[in-house]
């Protein structure tokens, strides 16, 4: 008898930031340093309610590894500049996939 082992890789990604909140690019100054990404807190108002940082990735990167990280889980992430943190993105709800059903080996 064979044993499987399904491996997945998840991922967060997202859009880099290339415009203000006014729809115009970024200017001289304000280009993204870096994300941050963070884990939200059980919430019924659909916010993200006591959130905690989990990473901060570099600027231009736009993926952020979720091993280590509980799920099902929601996340937001930020953009930094030398400004500050712009407010939360939209929230991620990631979910563990679905295993494979009916799955035979030759």
Excluded at 37 to 61: E, F, H, M, N, Q
């Amino acid at each position: 008898m064979a044993t499987l082992f399904l491996i997945v890789l998840l991922l967060l990604t997202w859009d880099p930031v290339t415009t203000g909140t006014d729809g115009l690019p970024l200017g001289l100054g304000q280009e993204v340093l870096s994300y941050r990404v963070y884990k939200c807190g059980p919430s019924a108002s659909g916010s993200c309610a006591d959130r905690v940082l989990v990473g901060t990735i570099p600027a231009p990167t736009v993926e952020f590894d979720l091993a280590g990280q509980p799920i099902p889980q929601a996340f937001v992430v930020t953009a930094v500049n030398r400004v500050g943190e712009s407010i939360d993105s939209l929230k991620y709800k990631v979910t563990p996939p679905d295993v494979p059903k009916n799955l035979h080996l030759p």
